[in-house]
């Protein structure tokens, strides 16, 4: 999560997708197969990574925050109660 932290997740999302699109595009149009290949690769790894951080790590992560300070505070309420 520390990496891309200048725009957010979900421009990341949308900007590894549109580079896989031209990717593919240009796959198509020219003959440089072997840079287009590996620029595909690259950039289908990105927008996978993009969409599964967006869609499950980034609730998950806010979730997991939400429960430890529910954990902090029942802690304190048993340290009162002590």
């Given amino acids: 999560m520390t990496r891309f932290l200048a725009i957010s997740p979900q421009s990341q999302c949308w900007l590894f997708h549109i580079a896989l699109a031209l990717n593919i595009i240009g796959m198509m149009l020219t003959d440089l197969w072997l840079p287009m290949v590996v620029g595909t690769i690259i950039s289908t ?6 969409w599964v951080r ?5 609730p998950l992560k806010k ?16 340290h009162n109660q002590e």
């Fill in 45 to 50: 790894y990105l927008a996978v990574d993009a």
């Fill in 63 to 78: 979730q997991q925050q939400q429960l430890q300070q529910q954990l902090d505070n029942l802690r304190q309420q048993q």
């Fill in 54 to 58: 967006l869609r499950y790590v980034l």
